[in-house]
């Protein structure tokens, strides 16, 4: 059974840099696609950024150049770098991991932004 463990989160002034991990545990990290997403209250869950076992990545518009998702092999890890944090960043940061039939997430981290 796949586990996420998400990590990072907290408050953060805007204009600044957070980052966000993501451990995966339970089965072989490099079949699967690896994504990160985010939910805003009363807003539909989005993607962020997401990056497949081939190394191909796509970012949402909204943080292209300013975010930066990335694969630690040897730790089993995700990880998302944000830069130039906006308040409109803010919301829960969750993991998912993609692979065949199979879908997981974790149980996500929560990020603020202050204006």
């Known amino acids: 059974q796949v586990q996420l463990v998400e990590s990072g989160g907290g408050l953060v002034q805007a204009g600044r840099s957070q980052r966000l991990s993501c451990e995966f545990r339970g089965a072989i990290f490099s079949l699967y696609t690896m994504g990160w997403y985010r939910q805003a209250p009363g807003k539909q869950r989005e993607l962020v950024a997401q990056?497949?076992?081939?190394?191909?990545?796509n970012y949402a518009n909204s943080v292209k150049g300013r975010f930066t998702i990335s694969i630690v092999n040897f730790k089993n890890t995700v990880d998302l770098q944000m830069n130039s944090l906006k308040p409109e960043d803010t919301g829960r940061y969750y993991c998912?991991?993609?692979?065949?039939?199979?879908?997981?997430w974790g149980l996500g981290t929560q990020v603020t932004v202050s204006s």
């Open positions: 990056i497949t076992s081939g190394g191909s990545i």
């Open positions: 998912r991991a993609l692979w065949a039939q199979k879908d997981y």
